[in-house]
Structures are given as C-alpha cells and as structure tokens.
C-alpha cells in the first residue's frame, strides 16, 4: 500500500499495526526464502526460455530436478510461475484425414508400448502452410523413446517423401528383422516404393483401420505438440524459413532437449543411452 503513495500512518491505522513495525519491516535484510524463491524464478524463467516458451510447470519442474539437479516441489513452481506470470503452451488437437483403401493388417492394435528400441515405428505426415506455399514434413517415431529416427522435408507429400524418411531411419537405426513399421493407409505409405523399401530392410508394414487416429495415436499426439509448440506460433513467409525450424524442432529439441511425460520426464535421447538395441523378432 505504501508502495502505491497511500500515507503509512493511514494504512497502519486501516491494518492494526503499527507504524514502528512497518519501518522495522522495511529495513530488515530479505529472508532466506525470499532470496531462494528470486533465485528460482530467474532460474524458471531461463528454462521456459531455452524451451522456447513451451515448457509448463511440469517439464519445468522435471527440468530443473533432472537436468539441474535443484531440488523443489512442483507446487513451489506452479506458485513462482504464477507470480511472474510465466505459461507453458496448451495442447491441441489434429484432424486425421481419412484413407478407404485398406491394406496391410494391423500387427499393433494401439499397443504402443515396447520394451526396447527399433521394435516398432510409427510414421505419418503433417502438412503447413507459408506466404509460398505448403511445406510437407513426413516422420518415422520410435514409441519405445519417442525419438525421430527419420524425417523428410518437401514441397509435396508424394511417396518420395515418406520412402526418403523411411530411408533417413534405416540409415541411422540398421533396425533387426522384424521392426513393424506402423502408419495409416494414405497412398504414400501403401505405394510401391515405400513397400518395396521397408520390405528389402526387413521391416514389417503394420497399418491401423481406416478413419480411426486412436490407430496411430502415439505420432498423432507428436504432431498435435509440433504443431503447438512450433507450427501455430507465427506465420511463416517462405519454405525455407519453417523447415530449417522443423529441423532444429525435431533433431535439437524434440530428440535432445524436450523432456516427455510418458518417459518419466526424461528426453530420448536420455532414455536410449540406458537401454541397449532390440533383438531380432523371432
């Protein structure tokens, strides 16, 4: 009150105290919980940053116990960020397109869950408009880690697009025999190239029923955050511009930086550095 030029003999009285006490408050060093909690909110503040706002209070909180080593309750932090008015960015739900050509089975039947690494892959496309046109991004996910093993940036979601992610990935995985490549039943994943090409890798084409996201939930629940976290922030002027951001999305933050509910707020990359390669599916 004082703060905002109200007379402190008045405000005194208005509260019960007095005008001693209020100078004595005035004058004393800040507490050591004030100067934690100053601390902490700097601290708040660079890690919503560094996620380029999106982080909430819960990968915040998993950010500074796991990667920081800071020991808080999650509480304290919902409370800091409140005061200085930091926000995490909310969910968002995709539209699935729906495909009447059925093809391969489905070897997944929404279990998504996997042991270990290079089991199961799920793919799929998302699409985003610029000042030049559609930009179109195909992704090859690991559910295990929730890692992007492949990606392909275009101009048009013709089969070179998800053949050449699919590529990326067995490039970088070698996958065993056995792998299931899961994805929905668009042309680009039922064309001859792209089964030609998991095929002669030993990947095995696994697609959901026709029309049902919950198939495929795991990327379209990965595209729903790209699509918050990156794609709706600002309009986007040229294809250039918003797929070197797609890049630096998947492979820096997405794989190395984002911490992720469903791996006990640990990153990909963190989780695949403590569990070793699948073996080959008998």
């Known amino acids: 009150m004082a703060s905002e030029g109200l007379p402190v003999q008045l405000a005194s009285r208005v509260l019960g105290m007095s005008e001693s006490g209020f100078y004595a408050w005035r ?19 660079a890690v919503h940053s560094a996620s380029h706002g999106v982080y909430g209070s819960r990968r915040i909180h998993a950010e500074l116990r796991l990667g920081r080593g800071i020991h808080v309750s999650h509480g304290a932090v919902e409370l800091l960020m409140q005061r200085a008015g930091i926000k995490g960015l909310p969910g968002n739900r995709r539209r699935r397109p729906r495909h009447e050509t059925p093809t391969s089975a489905d ?16 793919t799929d496309i998302t699409e985003h408009p610029t000042r030049e046109g559609k930009v179109y991004c195909a992704v090859v996910l690991d559910t295990f880690s929730r890692r992007v093993v492949g990606w392909s940036i275009d101009s048009t979601q013709i089969a070179a697009l998800v ?52 198939d495929n939930a795991v990327i379209d629940s990965f595209w729903g955050r790209m699509q918050t976290e990156l794609l709706n922030r600002k309009r986007w002027r040229t294809r ?14 997405h794989n190395r930086q984002r911490r992720h509910s469903a791996l006990g707020m640990l990153t990909p990359i963190e989780v695949e550095s403590t569990v070793p390669t699948a073996l080959p599916v008998a």
């Not at 004058?27 to 503040?45: E, F, K, M, Y």
């Not at 996958?175 to 030993?202: C, L, M, Y």
């Not at 951001?245 to 492979?251: G, H, K, M, Q, S």
């Open 27 to 45: 004058g004393r060093a800040p507490s050591v919980r004030s100067v934690r909690h100053a601390w902490l909110t700097d601290v708040i503040q």
């Open 163 to 214: 053949t050449n992610a699919l590529s990326m990935a067995i490039g970088n995985r070698r996958p065993p025999t056995g792998t299931i490549i899961h994805s929905d039943h668009g042309t680009q994943f039922t064309s001859w190239a792209f089964t030609r090409r998991a095929q002669e890798s030993g990947l095995v084409p696994s697609m959901g029923s026709i029309g049902d996201c919950y």
């Open 107 to 122: 070897l997944v039947d929404r279990q998504f869950t996997r042991s270990s690494r290079d089991q199961l892959w799920v």
């Open 240 to 253: 250039l511009e918003l797929a070197n951001a797609i890049f630096e999305y998947l492979e820096i933050f």
